[in-house]
């Protein structure tokens, strides 16, 4: 892929509920927002919480269908399609970039609601290819941080690096009963990720675990903590880091969002 003449920010996204697809309220206005106002990119690579997998994958289908890895929910949200077309241009560029690490083409994935539910405000004309990286869930939180930084060019090339988890995602401690404050634990694990980003320390942010009680409790399962680390790794020397989204969905799920390399 060329190089364009100005570098991409990158993003990570609290997507929350599935059902945030649907819905209208401050988290979705912010995410179409942020839709309008950053550079628009030529391609999006998506690193989703819900593709956790043994081994590194990239999607290379020319149509991705849309998946709804989801159970229990309003018949409406099963309906929902983003039909973004794929790029298996960009998924070749992909493995390139982090070569001699073996990243393997799959066709049998294709968007999860990870992406979806947060590109369908962001981005809901579906007009701009989009492929999805795998989390490979045998490897440390540095190697996360270390595939961020090979795929940091992308952003040169006009790509969006866009990661959707959750800093805070604890579904045993969701709020009940209508109740939504945000616990202690919670809170303080949410700004001490927020501290450590704007001071640029991604080694920090590696050893979450260091936080001890907080990050236990809101880093249950790394699953949805990982996608940060991988949009930190493209942060490059000067760059600052913004957060246009804040605040906790049901208590225990941060929504936190963040820009890296642009205000927002």
């Known amino acids: 892929m060329s190089r364009v003449s100005e570098r991409l920010p990158a993003l990570f996204v609290g997507h929350g509920s599935p059902t945030n697809a649907l819905e209208t309220n401050g988290y979705t206005r912010a995410w179409r927002q ?26 290379a289908n020319l149509e991705p269908p849309t998946i709804h890895d989801f159970g229990g929910f309003p018949q409406p949200l099963y309906a929902v399609r983003y039909p973004a077309a794929g790029s298996p241009t960009l998924a070749t560029r992909v493995a390139e970039l982090l070569a001699p690490l073996d990243v393997r083409q799959a066709t049998d994935w294709g968007l999860d609601h990870g992406t979806w539910s947060v590109l369908v405000h962001t981005y809901p004309e579906a007009d701009i290819p989009v492929v999805q990286l795998s ?50 634990w919670a809170r303080e694990f949410d700004d001490w990720v927020r501290d450590r980003a704007r001071a640029a320390d991604a080694e920090a942010l590696v050893d979450f675990a260091s936080q001890g009680e907080a990050a236990r409790l809101s880093v249950p399962t790394p699953e949805h903590y990982l996608p940060l680390l991988y949009v930190i790794g493209t942060q490059q020397p000067g760059e600052e880091i913004s957060f246009p989204v804040s605040g906790f969905d049901l208590g225990s799920l941060s929504m936190t969002s963040l820009v890296v390399g642009a205000r927002a």
């Open 34 to 59: 942020l839709g309008g106002s950053l550079p628009r990119p030529r391609a999006i690579l998506a690193v989703s919480a819900h593709w956790y997998t043994r081994g590194s994958f990239v999607t």
């Open 135 to 184: 989390i490979d869930g045998t490897q440390p939180p540095s190697f996360h941080l270390a595939v961020g930084r090979k795929l940091a060019a992308l952003r040169e090339e006009g790509v969006l690096v866009f990661g959707s988890g959750g800093i805070v995602h604890n579904l045993a401690r969701l709020a009940r009963e209508g109740a939504s404050a945000s616990p202690a």
